[in-house]
């Protein structure tokens, strides 16, 4: 994994990182799982992005370089994680919406139960998932034979962006 692999078009990255294991380090423990589901958020045009307001204390995280990780905390209680894709200056990110924990197999549907589920705080926002070693992406898990492409969920506020397919799931 490197540099190469966030920079790219948050709808490519958001497909790759399905069948990527992710691992967060907590001391001696390793939490392990298989992220399943992703969604795209594909730039400042995009009215379901958080940057789509601009550049703001809270989404500075979006305009950082590739691979930045962006937590942000959903009705003041479920961190989500998010990570930055694209050049450095232009906000585009993709965000876990689910995994499946390893070696159990037990899945763990949306954002904050995946966040929680890894530990994940804001403790890890603006932090970058290619140097930090207490987060790691990789190697890949599984290959995806299918991916499902659906409509993003909970963003109603976004018009016409919250029906584009910008959310993938290994079907």
Not at 48 to 63: I, N, Q
Not at 74 to 94: D, F, I, W
Not at 103 to 109: A, F, M, R
Request: proline share 7%; with cysteine; charged share 25%.
């Amino acid at each position: 994994m490197n540099k190469k692999f966030f920079d790219r078009d948050a709808r490519i990255v958001a497909r790759d990182l399905l069948g990527y294991e992710i691992r967060r380090r907590i001391g001696p423990r390793v939490v392990r799982a298989v992220i399943t589901e992703t969604e795209a958020y594909v730039g400042p045009h995009d009215k379901a992005s958080h940057a789509h307001r601009g550049l703001t204390k809270r989404t500075a995280p979006m305009f950082g370089n590739p691979g930045t990780i962006y937590v942000y905390l959903v009705y003041g209680m479920h961190h989500c994680l998010n990570l930055v894709t694209r050049e450095k200056g232009y906000p585009a990110a993709v965000l876990i919406r689910a995994v499946r924990l390893l070696p159990s197999g037990t899945l763990i549907n949306g954002p904050g139960r995946a966040a929680r589920a890894l530990s994940i705080t804001t403790f890890f926002n603006n932090k970058n998932i290619l140097t930090d070693k207490r987060l790691i992406l990789g190697p890949r898990y599984l290959t995806p034979k299918r991916i499902h492409t659906t409509p993003r969920i909970g963003v109603p506020y976004a018009g016409e962006w919250a029906h584009k397919p910008l959310r993938f799931l290994i079907e």
